[in-house]
């Protein structure tokens, strides 16, 4: 079982930043390739970023290539997701999520572990 909590979310303008952290509850974090998606209201939830187990690997949605950047310190059982040059469109709840293995995946249906959200909105 794995427990995931998302912290960083809050307002923020156009053109602004914010970092999203994740903190995990597994002895072994560094087992389980994590991810961002998020959910905007009214539609489904979407693919944001992955990264592998190892750190040597990261996916990205093409809406936010270029502007988010998804690391992880699996010394501290965390994962990060750094996101700049913010637009209202990227107004959503943010979570983590986690799964077994290394694969890249981008169907929430992958992932067996989810946090609880962070609320980032974006204003114009």
């Known amino acids: 079982q794995v427990q995931l909590v998302e912290s960083g979310g809050g307002l923020v303008q156009a053109g602004g930043s914010l970092r999203l952290s994740c903190a995990a509850s597994?002895?072994?974090?560094?087992?389980?390739?994590m991810g961002w998606f998020r959910q905007a209201p009214g539609k489904e939830r979407e693919f944001v970023a992955h990264i592998s187990w190892s750190r040597s690997s990261t996916y990205y949605a093409d809406s936010v290539k270029g502007r988010f950047t998804i690391s992880r310190d699996n010394a501290k059982n965390t994962v990060y997701l750094q996101m700049n040059s913010l637009k209202p469109e990227d107004t959503a709840v943010y979570y983590c999520a986690a799964r077994y293995g290394d694969s890249v995946y981008t169907s929430p249906e992958r992932y067996a572990y989810w946090g609880q959200g962070t609320q980032v909105t974006v204003s114009s």
């Open positions: 597994t002895r072994t974090f560094s087992s389980y390739a």
